[in-house]
């Protein structure tokens, strides 16, 4: 019974209800703080696209005949992108892998599809950043592994995908789908056979797997999250933060692609991405919440899965569609 009383009355014994409080004051915030910042940042952006609506310049034919945000077209691409954003952003891949297919499928034109992608696809990276952060997914902060293996990542991604365009030159179109797709499924295959393994971290893992990611991104343009995310479950880093070090990577190398179509492309429709931007920013923060709540192995369980289905479907695309 001392010892009972004992407990009750020590400050630090995890039964305090005044500890209890803190710590389900801390959880309330850390899912209350990036759910405010989205919805700051949406109906910001909102007012702006509906004050000062796009319009193509002269000369650019635009993606719709009209697409105001307030329209059924505006809504469509909205609720896409809301969807390909939530699957990107829980299993860390996905986005322009779905999303570019079905909007080549109702009828918009490459030019007006991959740079609306890469401007969505940075401000959702950023925000998921934050948002995985908050939710304790990775912690980002400065000087931690998971910054580090981050920034690794998106520096690898620009120089693999420099050196794949001299490649890529040479290279017969379908020999390159080909061989991304193996990669994906054979990185699919690799984490449900290890799912239950515990694999020690490598620094040369993390740079060999992402310099072979950001190549395989610069020959074809895409298979970069299946093959981060993947290359880190295999490096050994946790399902969980290997999602967020994803977000983080890939917003880095669609601010060079975003950057580059700007430069150098003067006639390019904006169209789509008001409403892309505005549909995978309010996926965001409930894709890292899923992440949070999702059981590490589950998680694994379901990139593993995710990632044999993409690189399944691309060789069916390439060899048999």
């Avoid at 500890?19 to 389900?24: A, D, G, H, I």
Wanted: some cysteine; glycine content about 10%.
């Amino acid at each position: 019974m001392d010892r009972y009383r004992h407990q009750q009355d020590d400050p630090y014994h995890p039964h305090d209800p005044s500890l209890v409080r803190k710590e389900r004051k801390l959880r309330f915030l850390s899912v209350l703080r990036p759910l405010s910042v989205t919805a700051v940042i949406v109906i910001v952006l909102t007012v702006i696209f509906l004050l000062f609506p796009y319009e193509p310049p002269v000369g650019v034919e635009p993606a719709h005949e009209a697409m105001p945000l307030l329209s059924w077209s505006a809504l469509l691409i909205l609720v896409l992108g809301f969807l390909s954003g939530y699957l990107d952003s829980s299993i860390g891949m996905g986005y322009g892998t779905t999303l570019a297919p079905v909007l080549l499928l109702i009828g918009y034109h490459p030019m007006q599809i991959v740079p609306a992608i890469l401007v969505s696809e940075l401000l959702a990276a950023g925000t998921a950043t934050f948002a995985h952060h908050s939710f304790g997914n990775a912690d980002f902060r400065p000087g931690t592994r998971d910054f580090k293996v981050g920034i690794i990542l998106g520096t690898c991604s620009l120089v693999g995908a420099v050196s794949a365009v001299i490649v890529a030159i040479s290279v017969p179109p379908i020999f390159l789908k080909t061989w991304i797709a193996g990669m994906v499924l054979v990185v699919g295959i690799l984490i449900l056979t290890h799912a239950d393994r515990v694999i020690p971290f490598g620094w040369w893992k993390m740079l060999v797997f992402g310099l072979g990611a950001s190549f395989n991104k610069g020959l074809t343009g895409g298979g970069y999250g299946p093959l981060v995310t993947g290359a880190q479950l295999l490096s050994g880093v946790r399902s969980k933060t290997a999602v967020a070090i994803t977000a983080l990577a890939e917003g880095m190398t669609c601010v060079v692609g975003a950057v580059m179509y700007y430069l150098t492309c003067k006639s390019i429709d904006w169209s789509l991405t008001p409403p892309l931007i505005l549909g995978v920013l309010c996926a965001v923060p409930f894709a890292a919440l899923t992440v949070r709540l999702l059981e590490a192995r589950t998680l694994t369980i379901l990139i593993g899965f995710a990632t044999i289905i993409l690189g399944t479907v691309t060789l069916l695309k390439v060899w048999v569609f």
